[in-house]
């Protein structure tokens, strides 16, 4: 075995370790570059990612150096008049990668649905209703996938187990998340 690591599994990598957070900054990255305080306006009380990932400031500078510490963002220091110099940051290639990747996946786990595939709609709905419906389409697919193995699964348990409960927990959870994912693909 290689001792060297292909580029694609440095990608890999870092993408396994990104958070939610993480991500929705590449995708406020990816149009244009920003300062922090640019930023927290998206998380903060109005903002458009409030009410999914809601961000306190310290936890959004945290996050940007990390993932300028991954290269997946650099930072340029401006200058605004007299105003103490502000850092800029942009997009990596490497970031562009990951985030174009992370948008195209559907969540493999039905509890995902509330925080990752709600960001991945976010981003996808400015690049048009094609990438929704496409993503969209993907999640229903992962979603019957995992509720087909939910209920092989459960065929093997004594129904009057814990476990069968906890089978039938998530079979109700992602049977509600597919009639909700089903909705929303009609109103596209």
């Known amino acids: 075995m290689s001792a060297r690591v292909s580029q694609a599994q440095r990608v890999t990598a870092v993408e396994s370790a990104l958070t939610p957070l993480h ?6 990255l990816r149009d244009q570059p920003a300062h922090g305080y640019q930023l927290q306006h998206a998380f903060g ?6 009410a999914i990932v809601p ?20 930072g340029r220091e401006a200058r605004e008049g007299l105003r103490p110099p502000k850092v800029v940051y942009a997009l990596t290639a490497d970031g562009r990668r990951a985030l174009i990747e992370w ?9 995902q649905v509330r925080l990752d595939f709600l960001l991945k709609v976010y981003f996808n ?7 929704v419906r496409a ?16 209920q092989a699964g459960a065929a093997a348990l004594d129904r009057e187990s814990f476990a069968y409960l906890v089978s039938e927990s998530r079979a109700s ?3 509600s ?12």
């Open 23 to 28: 991500y929705a900054m590449l995708g406020l």
């Open 45 to 50: 009380v109005g903002g458009d990612l409030n």
């Open 55 to 74: 961000v306190e400031q310290p936890t959004l500078y945290a996050a940007l150096k990390e993932l300028a510490r991954r290269r997946l963002i650099e």
């Open 103 to 111: 948008l195209r996946e559907p969540v493999a786990r039905m509890r």
């Open 125 to 131: 709905r400015a690049r048009g209703k094609q990438r």
């Open 135 to 150: 993503l969209v389409e993907a999640q229903i697919g992962a979603c019957n996938r995992y509720l087909a193995d939910l």
């Open 173 to 175: 959870a992602a049977r």
């Open 177 to 188: 998340t597919l009639a909700w994912l089903n909705e929303y693909r009609a109103s596209l």
